[in-house]
């Protein structure tokens, strides 16, 4: 088992030397079989670092102890479901994953991008440029930290996961984040093909926007769902905690953001080429940053991996990829000139240039402020900590602005704004707000924060309504259609600009979400003896003892307490049989669309039904919108993606009675 | 030519008004909110002038020091360096005590000088020696589990 995997893994790197080599020799002498050979070379990678994946995910199934990878990571006791999961769980099986959603990536942009076309020029450099990845991440595997490393004699049973990851959130986090990490690698790849060949205009734009969309909704639910975990394991009574490794999954995500944004302006005015170009080398040089970053335990973290020999490789990866693209940037840039000068301030150009610049912003904040830790012991020898009051504080006027800017900026026209144009759009969503504001007011509402950012939130709503609105209107009075009918077609005909209002309506829930629970949080915490009970915001929580649980290979403690006389909360602390000094937490949570109960069993004084129960009780407000809106997050991507219909042109034409007759142009 | 070079002015002084935000809000945050990192041995030879301003402190808890309020959440605990001997009484009475808090643990806690000497935390963290990794064979007792 362990030597078939490692001879695909090593099989994998010298194919990926093989298939960069072949690629660019074979577009440089215009070979096209060297090309076309390259490109099967890519096919034989993907072939091969799925066969050692499956090797692995085997080596778990079958409990194979003789491989190390599998003995630490997993045990007997562990279901089926966990066991497949520990797969990624550590070091070595993450980059493992990482080699095999990279290898898949390639596979589908090699299958997407097969038919005769322009876009051919660019594959062989793709081509390259994912291989190059590939081949770092293969090395590493092979050489430096494999996953198939053998034990001379294999122990019974294994060591098993950490308690933290036995979880549902195990399945889908870390797949999802650790592959939004790496989609950045395809839209990069397409920006070093463009520079590569000078083919500098649209072309690479749009071949790569699509694939730059996906990359940027599985780093986006990654993140939400991190943070979803994060709310219910860890007990804290929050989901965002501006750790190291939360804000190295979010800068790339953050990039990528002004880029999905900022090629509109290439697409439609040819403007920013060079800026677009540039945008999406930071987002990929964030994606391997933050891969250092987790991988290499240099920042502390609750994330911290065992430290690890790989560091090292990932920075000098990091360093030849970004002095490989800048000097491939610089020797294009007289040719990345844009074709139009910007207008007016009040124009759609102006509203992605400044959306842009907030977003390089906040990158830069977040950024500055999570290695501020390594520059200060670096330069002045002393330790210091950056913790959440300094995110807060930077990063919340910034992403007020943002959103302030998600409003506007869709309302604006293109070139400049007229005084009437502005009137016509602004009225009812600031109308809107005012109202809405008021309404808030009376229902007592108050702290400054909450009212800007609650307003803030109510105006993007009215800017979005009024949108969907409109268009359905029109459309009703154009075509007679009943007005469901006219909002369907609508969305479907126009699915990218109204696929991007419903991720803003995502965003704006995440947002009002965030507001409602930073500011209205109520927390209270108590010892309480059966029958005694503690009141927190309308919330009276009455206890009764404990209960142990005992399933194979864990001991469960479970606080079961009466919520208002009538329902049942209960708040546990996992004890398992592998690591018994450390206790997992599972949050006993009761939500509601509005707020959650969330109570946290801090410790217990006895046994059984007369037990006294010491509990942290938290009433958060709105958190259940912020997973509302990394499902609406999900749902507006896939509109933006989904293939637009055959032009209206074309089916006006077929006769009412025939039927495919008009596909000629 | 104007024309065309005067509208880009106004971006770059709009972006640049971006831009001196940007930094004025980071150069303000790293003021106001860093904090000192020190070991037990480093705040308290900062003596009475490290009252009354947020530090973190980090040191190994001193085995059968921690105890439970009866009342609340709160836990008293003290910690050393590896190193030195003295002492750091710490009080945390924050409520989410850290699962794997015990003896000899790395403690990171977060919080102000008292005038007595005691430290009050309003935030405690524990280093799971392992992370989130269990340690490699030769660490835990290998040879016991083979047959």
Known sequence: ?665 | MASVVRPNLKFFIAGGVIALAVGYLVLMGVQGTTVYFLTVSELQARGPAAQNQVFRVSGNLIPGTLTHESSGLGIHFQIADPISAAALPVVYRGGQVPDIIGDNIEIVAEGKLDSQGTFTANNVLAKCPSKLESAAPDEHDYQAQTP
């Open chain 1, 1 to 665: 088992m362990a030597s078939l995997g490692q001879i695909c893994i090593v099989g994998a790197f010298g194919l990926a030397l093989y298939a960069i080599v072949s690629s660019v020799i074979g577009v440089r002498l215009r070979a096209r079989e060297l090309v076309a050979s390259g490109q099967h070379a890519a096919w034989a990678v993907t072939a091969l670092i799925t066969a050692a994946s499956v090797t692995l995910l085997v080596a778990f199934a079958v409990h194979d102890f003789s491989l190390r990878y599998v003995w630490e990571h997993s045990s007997r006791a562990m279901s089926m479901d966990l066991v497949l999961a520990a797969f990624y769980s550590g070091q070595q099986g993450s980059l493992l994953y990482w080699a095999w959603t990279l290898s898949i990536f390639s596979a589908v942009v090699l299958w997407q991008q097969r038919k005769p076309g322009p876009h051919r020029v660019f594959m062989p450099y793709v081509v390259a440029v994912l291989m190059l990845i590939e081949a770092f991440m293969t090395l590493l595997l092979g050489f430096v930290a494999t996953p198939f490393e053998a034990l001379p004699r294999p122990p019974a049973d294994g060591v098993g996961l950490n308690p933290l990851l036995y979880d549902e959130g195990m399945r889908i986090h870390p797949p999802m984040l650790l592959a939004g990490l790496m989609s950045w690698s395809v839209p990069f790849a397409f920006a070093i093909a463009a520079l590569a060949t000078g083919k500098l205009g649209n072309e690479w734009v749009a071949l790569s926007r699509r694939y730059a969309m996906v990359a940027w909704v599985i780093l986006g639910l990654g993140n939400v769902l991190g943070a979803w975990w994060a709310y219910h394991v860890l007990g804290w009574g929050g989901y965002w905690g501006w750790d190291p490794v939360e804000n190295v999954a979010l800068m790339p995500w953050l990039v990528g953001t002004a880029f999905i944004h900022s090629i509109q302006m290439q697409e439609r005015r040819g403007m920013l080429k060079a800026w677009n170009v540039a945008l999406i080398m930071i987002a990929f040089f964030l994606s391997i940053f933050g891969t250092f970053v987790v991988r290499s335990g240099i920042l502390a973290s609750v994330h911290a991996f065992a430290l690890s020999a790989i560091g090292p490789y990932f920075l000098t990866f990091l360093a030849l990829v970004i002095l490989g693209s800048l000097a491939l940037f610089f020797w294009r840039l007289p040719s990345l000139r844009g074709e139009n000068q910007l207008d007016g301030l009040l124009s759609r150009e102006a509203s992605f240039l400044m959306n842009n610049l907030l977003f390089l912003g906040i990158t830069f904040a977040i950024f500055w402020g999570t290695i501020y830790p390594l520059v200060a012991e670096a330069l002045a020898d002393q330790k210091v900590s950056v913790g959440p009051p300094y995110f807060k504080q930077v990063a919340g006027p910034l992403l007020g602005a943002l959103l302030l800017l998600m409003g506007i900026g869709p309302l604006m026209p293109w070139r400049r704004a007229s005084r009437e144009h502005l009137l016509n759009n602004f009225l009812i969503p600031v109308a809107g707000t005012v109202i809405g504001l008021a309404v808030l007011l009376a229902f007592g509402i108050r702290d400054p924060f909450a009212t800007l950012g609650f307003g803030l939130c109510l105006f993007v709503l009215g800017t979005v309504v009024q949108e969907f609105a409109r268009g359905m209107l029109a459309r009703h009075r154009a075509t007679g259609e009943n007005y469901v009918a006219a909002l369907g077609h609508l969305i479907r005909r126009n699915n990218r600009r109204y696929g991007g209002y419903i991720v803003h309506l995502a965003i704006l829930l995440i947002g009002a979400g965030a507001v409602g629970s930073q500011v209205y949080q109520q927390q209270a915490q108590a010892s309480l003896a059966p029958g005694e009970s503690v009141s927190v915001a309308g919330y009276t929580l009455t206890a009764g003892g404990i209960q142990t649980l005992t399933s194979p290979g864990l001991r469960t403690v479970q606080a079961v307490l009466t919520v208002n006389g009538q329902e049942q909360v209960r708040a546990e602390k996992q004890f398992w049989d592998n690591f018994p000094q450390q206790p997992s937490t599972k949050v006993g949570l009761r939500s509601t669309p509005f707020e959650d109960l969330y109570v946290v069993l801090a410790g217990w004084d006895g046994d059984g039904a007369t037990a006294k129960v010491s509990l942290a009780v938290f009433v958060n407000p709105l958190v259940s919108w912020i997973w509302a809106g990394g499902v609406l997050l999900l749902l507006g991507t896939v509109v933006t993606l989904w293939p637009a219909p055959l032009p209206t042109r074309l089916r006006s034409t077929v006769p009412a009675a025939g039927r495919a007759v008009a596909v000629a142009p």
